[in-house]
């Protein structure tokens, strides 16, 4: 009888254990709920980069070569990377010739060795890289039978395992120190499946992921992690990357590579998780997914907006 009133007792207690549980759980989501909500609305005060190590690949060129020119304007360590290190000196020189500073370093990103030996030269020369950049990419346009196997396998390795390397040489000691960002280029077209661009968009949607999920690894072994990462979703930039683009409306014309960078930069700054440029096609993205699929066909029907081929 003894034994029964025991066991009553601790099934009584966990009862009243979970009860409070579930309502300490719905006071704290929707407490960030509404902060969330209400922060979303509010101006986000930006960081400063001065005196920072900035870590950007595909410098050479585009937008790569715009953020390195904008951090380098705030005060911020650039360190360029890229395999063209023809273009890569041309964008530090013009760094310095503005009163920047910056550092070139060639380097095949696709090499998994080549970015550790990269990592230790600049932990050697620099110390702790702060603000990473991965930014380097591909874009060929055709439909998926007219790609070969190499082009489709340098996407991967270009656009998403490259990622992989980099984390591993560098976030390290981010963990250690408990601080740094890393921002990733995915795209619109890891928002959106776009005929032409099969492989690039698999690659796009790879990175939303792999950002995502780092994030998560990172936050359960420590809930009190400052590492902070940023995704985002350029739509058509003008860097000749996109060949071939067709857009039925003028609004949506190719956005400016400087206007982008910026736009990065703001957003890395600010700290947003994820961000698009322009901004709402992130949230057309999100409103689009609770819309039946059929419907949202139609509506990308009547934009009529993606790349065509650049086949010749």
Known sequence: MAETTGNSTQDIGAIIQNIIEIVVFFIKFWYATIEGFIRGFMKKEEVDVSGKFVFITGTGHGMGKQMALQYAALGAKVLCVDVNE?????????????????????CDVTNREAIFALYE??????????????????????????????????????????HFWIFQAFLPDMVAQNKGHIVAMSSCAG???????????????????????MYEELRKAN??????FTTIYPYMVDTGLCK?????????????????????IEAQRTGLEEASVPRHYLYSEKVGRIWPRKAMRIANDFVDTYVESDKK
């Open 191 to 213: 928002l959106f499946g776009l005929p032409n661009l099969v492989p690039y968009c698999g690659t796009k949607f790879a990175v939303r992921g792999l950002m995502q999920s």
């Open 121 to 162: 030269q600049i932990k050697n020369e620099h110390g702790f890289v702060e603000i990473i950049v991965n930014n380097a990419g591909i874009m060929p346009c055709r439909p998926l039978f007219e790609l070969t196997e190499k082009e489709i396998r340098l996407m991967y390795d270009i656009n998403v395992l490259a």
């Open 223 to 228: 809930k009190d992690t400052q590492i902070k």
């Open 86 to 106: 023809k273009n890569n000196s041309e964008t530090v020189k013009e760094i310095k010739q503005n009163g920047g500073s910056a550092f070139g370093y060639t």
């Open 244 to 264: 071939n683009p067709r857009f039925r409306f003028s609004w949506m014309k190719l956005v400016d590579p400087k206007e982008a960078a910026a736009s990065i």
